[in-house]
């Protein structure tokens, strides 16, 4: 059952964004999955377990590459979307800085029960380096969402 582990953990993301998106805006937004989601979990995965050594995960099986799940990349596109399909709801800064800080501090606290699971093995690295990391991947996808959405432009012209 553990190596079905990551394609359960996908699955476990998908459902939760099946309930809380509607399909519209999933459509509207699963490019913004791909490239936010998937994409920069694949090079934030890259950087962190091939390259720099600093993750190892365990019972990858068939569906991984470079010692890491594609499952697990998978994963952050649902995630990426509700996350992305929330923001529409922010109406200042204040909440917007919240709502990232939320984010931040559940990827963070994901990757920790990952660890903590056995599932993640860590090498010269620790929960709290998770942070930054997921901090800087939700602004960048929260910058995209808030300029493409025109909220950003509203608010520099004034």
């Known amino acids: 059952m553990d190596g079905l582990f990551w394609v359960n953990l996908f699955i476990l993301f998908t459902l939760v964004m099946l309930i809380f998106v509607p399909r519209r805006a999933i459509i509207r937004l699963f490019p913004v999955?791909?490239?936010g989601g998937f994409g920069q979990a694949v090079i934030i995965l890259g950087l962190l377990?091939?390259?720099f050594g600093f993750w190892r995960f365990r019972y990858t099986g068939i569906f991984s590459?470079?010692?890491?799940p594609w499952f697990i990349g998978l994963a952050w596109l649902p995630e990426v979307i509700v996350f992305s399909y929330f923001m529409k709801y922010l109406n200042t800064q204040r909440e917007v800085l919240a709502y990232l800080?939320?984010?931040t501090l559940l990827t963070g606290l994901f990757v920790h029960w990952l660890f903590r699971s056995g599932y993640l093995i860590y090498n010269g690295w620790n929960s709290i380096l998770t942070l930054p990391v997921a901090l800087l991947a939700h602004t960048a996808?929260?910058?995209y969402i808030l300029k493409t959405s025109g909220v950003l432009d509203k608010k520099e012209a004034a």
């Open 33 to 35: 999955g791909i490239i």
């Open 49 to 51: 377990t091939p390259v």
């Open 65 to 68: 590459f470079a010692g890491i």
């Open 101 to 103: 800080a939320g984010f």
């Open 141 to 143: 996808v929260a910058y």
